[in-house]
């Protein structure tokens, strides 16, 4: 257990609609990261929020967005939703801003289905 | 701009085979970090090791070790007496010291079949 809890773990969906998924970071983790997993382009980095304020952003459509809270706790929002949406979203958290010199914990993923 | 590279995209063995996984990464940077994640069926991304540039003694972990060469700007990591419970995709993944918009550059991925 990594300790970085996501929900939900399993969403089914429809074209056109909005989701949005919730992560906890690790206790006492300030950074918290979002990536998307799906078949054909694997692992990419979506966003970075650090103590409530956005810090690096990757290859993030418009139609997606994100928020922390100031209990630290993440969203991800997900909106006009395509079939190629459908993929593996994880949620990750480290304790600094620098990803570099920590260790990136990962949750168990949120699947996200769009049908 | 940061890469990483496995150029291994399935592996086959019969347990207690040893098997190296490939990793070759690329990098400006003369500080990043270098880091394995192993995703078992169930999907979670477990964390293995992380390494940083400046490091280049290798590790071992139980059956887990892993060799690091800067000269050839690789990262292999090798399974000895492989088990069932090690099927799973690998991942390679990489963080530069300054790594501007992307904290984490993953690989593609190794995905081991371990076969009893």
């Known amino acids: 257990d990594s300790g970085v809890t996501q929900t939900p773990k399993h969403l089914i969906t429809a074209t056109g609609q909005r989701v949005t998924l919730r992560c906890s970071p690790r206790s006492g983790d300030l950074s918290v990261y979002w990536y998307q997993q799906s078949l054909d382009q694997g692992l990419q980095f979506l966003i970075q929020y650090y103590n409530g304020e956005e810090r690096a952003k990757g290859n993030i459509l418009e139609r997606f967005s994100a928020q922390q809270f100031p209990d630290l706790h993440s969203e991800l929002n997900l909106s006009s939703l395509e079939l190629g949406d459908s993929a593996l979203y994880f949620c990750?958290?480290?304790?600094?801003?620098?990803?570099?010199?920590?260790?990136?914990?990962f949750g168990e993923g949120s699947w996200l289905t769009v049908v | 701009a940061q890469k990483v590279t496995q150029a291994q995209t399935e592996i086959s063995v019969v347990e207690k085979e040893d098997v190296t996984l490939d990793c070759v990464y690329e990098?400006?940077?003369?500080?990043?970090?270098l880091f394995w994640y192993k995703q078992p069926p169930s999907g979670e991304l477990v964390f293995l090791i992380r390494r940083n540039s400046f490091d280049e003694q290798n590790e071992i972990s139980g059956r887990y070790s892993w060799n690091f060469q800067k000269s050839t700007s690789s990262f292999n990591f090798t399974i000895t007496a492989s088990q069932v419970v090690d099927s799973a995709v690998y991942f390679c993944?990489?963080?530069?010291?300054?790594?501007?918009?992307?904290?984490?550059?993953f690989g593609k991925g190794t995905r081991l079949s371990v076969i009893a």
């Open positions: 990750a958290s480290s304790v600094s801003l620098d990803a570099s010199g920590n260790t990136i914990y």
């Open positions: 993944a990489l963080s530069e010291a300054n790594s501007g918009n992307t904290p984490l550059v």
């Open positions: 990098t400006r940077d003369t500080t990043y970090y």
